[in-house]
């Protein structure tokens, strides 16, 4: 086998020919990966290159700007976010103004709509719990699920702020909400044992007789079905009879299944409304303190103790 190497402008060609004179390999050596195996060339071809991008410097709604439109959009977020700012320090300082004149009402507006331009201001929420609570003197919206539930979201510092004012009071509330729910719950429970089983035989007594009446409903129904086969096959009048009598009792029947039917479902509503706490006064009120225990739990950030332990 002979190899030669050939230049050809500058380029350098090997050629290998064999022993008949024929070309059998010629490689560009100035082309990528000529002096390189052809399975480490493929290797080569094969490499996966990672690029990370800092996730806050990824934005889709730039994508395929122009670097010119790129800094127009940059530029004017960066106007909109200083006017935010600005709005929302405005709106603060009125808030403040107005909690120092105690006017709690308005108070609260100005910092509310000072979230809506940041909704993470730690002395806009701040301002809000101070007015919303008449300057910590009023528990009441501690007790409405829903602010509990922002104030557990809350950032630490504002649970601080909050807790700091409230929470020995509020501690004491849930100690007083306990004192009542526990001899509560086990008066409501043991009612509705008492009334579980006279409304499970009320519930029984209808609902034998909506099925026997139904099952004879549909018994005398097929026997007028077989004294109907015999019309056309027997001249007497005995299967007309059969039918009237089967009819007429099948109409009784029906009307008595409708009754008690409507006593059945007017019973089972009633064993449904026993096991509700809100079926009556006491349950009304137990519900109440339930909601009451965990609106606090949600704002104290702790579980109280089990209200079915005795203290």
Known sequence: MEERIIEDEGR????????LGGIEDATDGTAPYADVPEERADAA??????????????DES????TPSQLER???ERERARQEAERERDKLTAEGEKALAARDYDAAERFFSQALMYDGESVPAQKGVWESRTQGFTDDAPFFIPENAEKLA???????SYVLGRVEDRLRGAREGVLEELRPLRAAVRDAREARRGALWDNKHYYLVRTAVFGGAFVLFLVLMGIFSAFLLRTRGSWPVIGMAVCGAIAL????????????????LRLCADNEKDESTEDGRRLAVLERE???????????GPDPDEES
């Not at 350098?12 to 022993?19: D, G, M």
């Not at 225990?293 to 579980?303: E, F, I, Q, R, Y």
């Open 12 to 19: 350098t060609i090997k050629v290998k020919r064999n022993a």
């Open 45 to 58: 071809d094969d490499v996966e290159i990672n690029v990370d991008f800092p996730e806050e410097e990824y």
């Open 62 to 65: 730039l994508v395929g700007l």
């Open 73 to 75: 959009a940059r530029a």
């Open 153 to 159: 979201e809350a950032p630490e510092e504002v649970r």
């Open 252 to 267: 009784i029947a029906l009307v008595f299944l409708i009754v008690f039917l409507r006593g059945l479902v007017f019973a």
């Open 293 to 303: 225990l965990a609106c606090l739990d949600l704002v104290l950030g702790d579980k």
